[in-house]
T-cell receptor, first 114, second 114 residues
Framework: EAQVTQNPRYLITVTGKKLTVTCSQN?????MSWYRQDPGLGLRQIYY???????DKGDVPEGYKVSRKEKRNFPLILESPSPNQTSLYFC?????????????FGPGTRLTVL | AQSVAQPEDQVNVAEGNPLTVKCTYS??????LFWYVQYPNRGLQFLLK??????LVKGSYGFEAEFNKSQTSFHLKKPSALVSDSALYFC????????????FGSGTKLNVKP
């Protein structure tokens, strides 16, 4: 089954404790992206990746890191989480052509930083 | 800068009645617009997109959207609402200057009552 998976689905942590949220897709998509969803703000793009070893900042990259060492995986790293990073996070992937750029979203990771 | 706005936080409609979820956009150049739907505890799912061509775009689950350049709008419509259409709907625009960036609206919660 074609899908985007994220782990963990739920995470409660404390300020300053490094964490990684994993994202994996099995559709051979070149493009992958991370978003955060906050009430009243919709989804905001954190980082994206055009392909292996190619990443760039989205609209709200502060406090986050990413890496793309393999085509299927795109982990989101919070080196020192803070309470304002409490949010619902989504990973998405797609092909890069204008006719094939429909994004497929993972199920989300709900992060709480105390 | 590119952006979309969804002026209604919530739309209520009776089952069987037509529904409209509003979206307006602000882009430089030609817009490249999307609608996504989010069911409870799920990731976003693609409904439809507008690139160029016909102003009426047909998508999944009987939804369609009308592109209006003079009003800079891209409203989502369905002739006859179903209770199962109740969900959170997001309008999004692709950045014309950086095709890797996407901007989402704040979302509109659609409630369809039996």
């Amino acid at each position: 089954e074609a899908q985007v998976t994220q782990n963990p689905r739920y995470l409660i942590t404390v300020t300053g404790k490094k964490l990684t949220v994993t994202c994996s897709q099995n559709m051979n998509h070149e493009y992958m992206s991370w978003y955060r969803q906050d009430p009243g703000l919709g989804l905001r793009q954190i980082y994206y990746s055009m392909n292996v070893e190619v990443t760039d900042k989205g609209d709200v990259p502060e406090g986050y890191k990413v890496s793309r060492k393999e085509k299927r995986n795109f982990p989101l790293i919070l080196e020192s989480p803070s309470p304002n990073q409490t949010s619902l996070y989504f990973c998405a992937s797609s092909f890069t052509g204008l006719d094939t750029d429909t994004q497929y979203f993972g199920p989300g990771t709900r992060l709480t930083v105390l | 800068a590119q952006s979309v706005a969804q002026p209604e936080d919530q739309v209520n409609v009776a089952e069987g009645n037509p529904l409209t979820v509003k979206c307006t956009y602000s882009v430089s150049g030609n817009p490249y617009l999307f609608w996504y739907v989010q069911y409870p505890n799920r990731g976003l799912q693609f409904l439809l997109k507008y690139i160029t061509g016909d102003n009426l775009v047909k998508g999944s689950y009987g939804f369609e959207a009308e592109f209006n350049k003079s009003q800079t709008s891209f409203h989502l419509k369905k002739p006859s609402a179903l209770v199962s259409d109740s969900a959170l709907y997001f309008c999004a625009v692709r950045d014309n200057e950086d095709f890797n960036k996407f901007y989402f609206g704040s979302g509109t919660k659609l409630n369809v009552k039996p």
